[in-house]
């Protein structure tokens, strides 16, 4: 069992930056985060794995970026130049299973979340 606690999220204005931090209770392979905004589903925005290999999704390439201190058991979402859109539940999530080469960036691909922590951007 995994435990994930998410902490920075907040409310910015466009344009700003904000970090997002995500602590396991314990070693992982793969830790990703998703977003949810009111009235759509839940959306993969970025997953890394333990030899820090990333995936970043197309909608967020370029302002944001993932990392992780495997000394810490603690994964980041840097997001920089932060729109309205981004507006969303960001939950941290945790996959066990041994790295194959893929990235995972379904949900369903993960057996561990966070709670989510919200991210409010202003125009």
């Known amino acids: 069992q995994v435990r994930l606690v998410e902490s920075g999220g907040g409310s910015v204005q466009a344009g700003g930056s904000l970090r997002l931090s995500c602590s396991a209770s314990g070693r992982t392979v793969t830790m990703g985060w998703f977003r949810q905004a009111p009235g759509k589903e839940r959306e993969f925005v970025a997953s890394?794995?333990?030899?820090?290999?990333?995936n970043i999704a197309d909608s967020v390439k370029g302002r944001f970026t993932i990392s992780r201190d495997n000394t810490k058991n603690t994964v980041y979402l840097q997001m920089n130049s932060l729109k309205p859109e981004d507006t969303a539940v960001y939950y941290c999530?945790?996959?066990?299973?041994?790295?194959?080469?893929?990235?995972?960036?379904?949900?369903?691909?993960?057996?561990?979340w966070g709670q989510g922590t919200q991210v409010t951007v202003s125009s």
């Open positions: 890394i794995v333990w030899n820090g290999s990333t």
């Open positions: 999530a945790a996959d066990l299973r041994p790295y194959d080469g893929y990235l995972a960036t379904v949900q369903g691909e993960y057996d561990y």
